[in-house]
Nanobody, 125 residues
Framework: QVQLVESGGGLVQAGGSLRLSCAASGSIFSINAMGWSRQAPGKQRELVAAIISGTVTHYTDSVKGRFTISRDNAKNMVYLQMNSVKPEDAAVYYC???????????????????WGQGTQVTVSS
């Protein structure tokens, strides 16, 4: 089993920056990939970024060029650097981990097996 704990959420002005952190524990050896998702009121949860082996990354179009996902494998940490934030970025952000094998679709929520509790990001304009 894998446990994920997010932190770093808060209030940020539009155009500002924020960095979210995710600490992973438990069966770290089983993790194939990690990602960040978000869910705003009235909207479905969506994957915004994913990372494989600390090098290959994927981003949804709405955050591409603004958000950066990264990993520190030695510390079992995953980060989401959010730059040039927009009001539509406001949401609860969740860290996700995948432990299954087989085909992998990085930006699909059902591809992930473990989720954190979420951290709130609020954007003021």
């Amino acid at each position: 089993q894998v446990q994920l704990v997010e932190s770093g959420g808060g209030l940020v002005q539009a155009g500002g920056s924020l960095r979210l952190s995710c600490a992973a524990s438990g069966s770290i050896f089983s993790i194939n990939a990690m990602g960040w998702s978000r869910q705003a009121p009235g909207k479905q949860r969506e994957l915004v970024a994913a990372i494989i082996s600390g090098t290959v990354t994927h981003y949804t179009d709405s955050v591409k060029g603004r958000f950066t996902i990264s990993r520190d494998n030695a510390k079992n940490m995953v980060y989401l650097q959010m730059n040039s934030v927009k009001p539509e970025d406001a949401a609860v952000y969740y860290c996700a981990a995948r432990s299954r094998g087989g085909l992998y679709y990085p930006l699909v929520t059902s591809q992930y097996d473990y989720w954190g509790q979420g951290t709130q990001v609020t954007v003021s304009s």
